[in-house]
Nanobody
Framework: VQLVESGGGLVQPGGSLRLSCAASGFTFSSYAMSWYRQAPGKERELVAHITSAGSSTNYANSVKGRFTISGDNAKNTVYLQMNSLTREDTAVYYC?????????WGQGTQVTVSS
């Protein structure tokens, strides 16, 4: 199982970024996917989750209305569209899935919100 994140970077407050997580090694369409983040000195927290069929999503209260998780089964990729970013969104963002093979994490992608 491999999860590879991309799309992080430096963005000004109020800006947007779209993160991608390319999955391989398992049947992507059969499993739920999640995005987590970890800010310096803080615990890793769940940001967004999408079910295997994409029929249901849920979000941390801190990102509701600003972030959108989506999946593309044809590309084996899950996305996190992040709008209206604030400095509090600065963190390393990780892709996660629990599959037949157990828990898998990506290597993370840094998102820095700063002027």
């Amino acid at each position: 199982v491999q999860l590879v994140e991309s799309g992080g970077g430096l963005v000004q407050p109020g800006g947007s970024l779209r993160l991608s997580c390319a999955a391989s090694g398992f049947t992507f369409s059969s499993y739920a996917m999640s995005w987590y983040r970890q800010a310096p000195g803080k615990e890793r927290e769940l940001v967004a989750h999408i079910t295997s069929a994409g029929s249901s999503t849920n979000y941390a209260n801190s990102v509701k209305g600003r972030f959108t998780i989506s999946g593309d089964n044809a590309k084996n990729t899950v996305y996190l569209q992040m709008n209206s970013l604030t400095r509090e969104d600065t963190a390393v963002y990780y892709c996660y899935s629990y599959t037949y093979y157990g828990a898998s994490w990506g290597q993370g992608t840094q998102v820095t919100v700063s002027s």
